[in-house]
């Protein structure tokens, strides 16, 4: 049974994941289009085929890595923001709120570290 897994191809989701976990700061687009020797089109085509996009591939683990950071704690809201890849810490509490409902400061507060400034 692992040895079928192992012959399966990933998808490109599954790759575009993959690059965007790899790194800090998440890399931009861009970055990821040239590490896969994609164009634009290209792999907005692949994603689109797979019933995805890049953008709900970020938000994904964008929010994925926002929750261990602020699990782990330690970090300002700031940091997080600049290893998430956000302008500003402002632009990742908004998208933060969009994605779970809730502030930044509210989840660290209910999932261990109250001191996200």
């Known amino acids: 049974r692992l040895s079928t897994l192992m ?5 490109y989701a599954d790759v575009v994941r993959g690059r965007l976990r790899a790194d800090t700061p998440i ?4 970055e990821v289009l040239a ?5 634009r089109r290209t792999l907005q085509r692949r994603l689109d085929a797979e019933g995805t996009s890049f953008s709900h ?13 602020m699990r782990v704690g ?9 290893r998430l890849g956000f302008s500003d ?3 990742f509490s908004r998208a933060f709120k969009a994605w779970t409902g809730q502030s930044p400061r509210r989840f ?7 001191v996200l400034e």
């Open 7 to 11: 012959r399966e191809p990933l998808s």
């Open 27 to 30: 890399p931009a687009l861009t």
């Open 35 to 39: 590490s896969l020797h994609l164009s």
């Open 57 to 69: 591939l970020l938000s994904e683990v964008r929010l994925e890595r926002a929750r261990e950071l």
């Open 74 to 82: 330690g970090l300002s809201q700031e940091e997080i923001a600049r």
């Open 89 to 91: 810490s402002s632009a």
């Open 108 to 114: 660290s507060g209910t999932h261990g570290d109250p």
